[in-house]
Every structure is written in structure tokens, then in C-alpha cells.
């Protein structure tokens, strides 16, 4: 297992809106892509947290994210958004995009999203739980599905042609543990391979298979060719299907592969459906309620969708997250290279 340092939430959050800005992305922007990538570290979701700072300033470089673009409506009706993302930054668009929905719902009890021209907008889980702090049921999917190579094979094949596609949902609980569902369609999102690959661990078995299609826990075969196979075997295939079907509906369709894909996000204001507060109470009860159910052997007690995360970030908030040597060290690099001090004087807030 390789080392790794542990570093507070604020410092990883400084250091990371500190190259961002020097690799020519606007202050506000650079301080919502770090609040949001060091959120998933906070949240125990290492996968889509700081390990993605190195690959956004090489895209930056590269061209590929457009660091000062600003997300834009381009068309709407009354319940309906249609955001174009000018390859900025795909967080600070979903956030926008989530606020700009959440103030469509309030109008008119429902508002959906579709986009376009996107780049990776990090834990879906995020946006969930900002619909949720706003009192609004959220449901938001990211589906890819096409005849070329990708990263997950469907039900039965022997070769990928589908994305992780992830799914979240984020539903009100009046406290700062709201009711979140987030997982890809695939056993494990791809992010959780470059995080075992970064700290030198096995992946868990049933997770991907090599070029040949034989069953392996070594993250490197999925970089020579391998994949990833969807969980729940034909119902999670099913389910990736779905959600790339309904990305779709922005218009997301190329013939020449065969492929449809894109971000949807379906907001609900509760309070048009029904009182807020009370809603919110009879949620907590029911969760409270199916977590008071006594624990099968081998485990110390129930579980519901976002205790995991609201106790992750508890912990890490007073203990600081755990960022892989390997990754540490790219930073190092970028730093360097665009004259960032990562010292902690420098880096504290």
C-alpha cells in the first residue's frame, strides 16, 4: 500500500481554488470547484474528490475545459431548462444549474433540466444534497450508452459500451443529514479505480474484468483494456440503459456511433405537494423508525442512504482527509509549475 498524508478540509480547499485561479479560472468559479471536489472528500467519496485537481489543470492545458466559461440557458418553458455548459467547469454548471431549477420549482412545483456541451461535474451526491438544503426532492442521472468502447459491459457482453452512469437522488429531512442516494450503475465508479490504483490496493472481485473478459482485482487491467460490469448483473445494466436514454433528451444523439447520452436533473419543490415542515417530520420518523431495526449478525446497526456520508464528514472536518502520496505529488507538480505555494501557512483559511 502506497503512503498518504492527511491535510484539513481547508487547506486542500485553499491550495486547490489557488491553481485553479492561476490556471486562468475566475475566483468564484475556482472557489466552487474546490469547495465541491474537497465536499466528496468530506463525505467519504475520496473517488471524486482532490485526486481530480491534476486531471482538470492537464485539460485546462490541453484545451479540452474552457476554465473561464460560464454556464448559459439557452432555452426554456415554464418547467423545463436547457443549460449550455461552454466546456467550463461541470461543477460550478450543475450548481448553477440546480440553483436555477430550485427557483423554477418554487413557481411551479417541478422544473427539469437537460445540457449541453458538459464537462465531468464530479459527485452527483452534491447536487442532491443542495435540492435537499433547499427543501426540494431531486433526481438526477448521467447516462452514457453507445457501439463503441467504454467502460462497462453491458448484461452478457464481452466488451463496454457504456458509461458508469450514475444516478442520485436527495430528499429533505429538516436536519444536516438528508436522505441521499448516489451510486454509478457499475459495481464501482470509475474514480474508486484510480483511487485503489493511487493507494496500491485490490479492487473487490466481481468489480472488472481484464481485455479478455476474466474476472480480476488488479486496477491496472482495467487500464490495459479492461472494464467494469454493471451491478445487479441485468438490472443495473437495465438501469444504465435508462438513464442514458434519458440524457437523450437534450439532444445528446450521434449517428455515427450509435450513441445517446447526457445529464438530466428533475427537481420537486415539496412545498408544492405538500407542507414542508411536515413532510420533512414524517421523513425523519420513518428513517429513524427503519433504522431502530434490530442488526443481523455481523453488523453493529441499520444504516439509511446519507449517514454514511454526514458521519464521514464529522469525522473528517476534526481528523483532515487522507490524500494518496501519488496524488499529492502531482500537486506538487502543478504547483510548481504555475509558482503556488503549498505551504501551510499559505494554504490554511
Not at 423554477?104 to 447536487?127: D, K
Not at 454493471?230 to 435508462?242: D, V, W
Not at 442488526?295 to 442512504?305: K, R, S, T, Y
Amino acid at each position: 500500500m502506497t503512503q498518504s498524508n492527511r491535510h484539513s478540509a481547508s487547506y486542500l480547499r485553499r491550495i486547490s481554488r489557488n491553481l485553479f485561479a492561476a490556471a486562468g479560472t475566475p475566483e468564484d468559479i475556482a472557489a466552487t470547484v474546490a469547495d465541491i471536489l474537497v465536499n466528496a472528500n468530506l463525505a467519504g467519496h475520496d473517488s471524486h474528490g482532490v485526486q481530480f485537481v491534476p486531471m482538470y489543470l492537464d485539460r485546462i492545458e490541453a484545451g479540452e475545459l474552457k476554465p473561464a466559461a460560464r454556464p448559459e440557458i439557452v432555452r426554456e418553458t415554464s418547467t423545463t431548462v436547457h443549460v449550455d455548459g461552454h466546456y467550463g467547469f461541470g461543477h460550478n454548471m450543475s450548481r448553477q444549474a440546480m440553483d436555477w431549477a430550485i427557483e423554477r420549482a418554487r413557481r411551479t412545483a417541478v422544473c427539469c433540466v437537460t445540457f449541453e456541451n458538459s464537462t465531468h461535474i464530479g459527485r452527483l451526491g452534491e447536487y442532491a444534497e443542495q435540492a435537499a438544503r433547499a427543501g426540494c426532492v431531486t433526481v438526477i442521472t448521467l447516462g452514457w450508452a453507445s457501439d463503441g468502447p467504454s467502460q462497462v459491459v453491458p448484461f452478457g457482453g464481452a466488451r463496454g459500451c457504456l458509461g458508469t452512469n450514475p444516478m442520485a437522488v436527495g430528499i429533505p429531512t429538516g436536519d444536516d443529514a438528508p436522505f441521499v442516494i448516489d451510486f454509478a450503475t457499475s459495481v464501482i465508479a470509475g474514480g474508486k479505480i484510480l483511487v485503489a490504483r493511487d493507494k496500491g490496493v485490490d479492487l473487490p472481485p466481481g468489480a472488472v474484468v481484464d481485455k479478455d473478459g476474466r474476472p480480476s482485482t488488479d486496477p491496472g487491467v482495467y487500464f490495459d483494456g479492461g472494464s467494469l460490469l454493471p451491478f445487479g448483473g441485468h438490472k443495473g445494466y437495465a438501469l444504465s440503459l435508462y438513464f442514458s436514454l434519458m440524457g437523450g433528451l437534450a439532444g445528446g444523439f450521434a449517428g455515427e456511433h450509435s450513441a445517446m447520452s447526457g445529464l438530466f436533473m428533475q427537481v420537486y419543490d415539496v412545498a408544492g405537494f405538500s407542507p414542508l415542515d411536515e413532510y420533512q417530520r414524517q421523513v425523519r420518523i420513518v428513517l429513524d423508525a427503519i433504522k431502530a431495526t434490530p442488526p443481523a449478525p455481523g453488523f453493529d446497526e441499520v444504516l439509511v442512504p446519507g449517514d454514511f456520508e454526514h458521519r464521514s464528514r464529522q469525522q473528517r472536518l476534526a481528523e483532515g482527509i487522507e490524500v494518496p502520496a501519488e496524488t499529492y505529488g502531482k500537486i506538487e507538480v502543478w504547483a510548481k509549475k504555475l509558482d503556488i505555494s503549498l505551504d501551510r501557512e499559505a494554504g490554511e483559511e
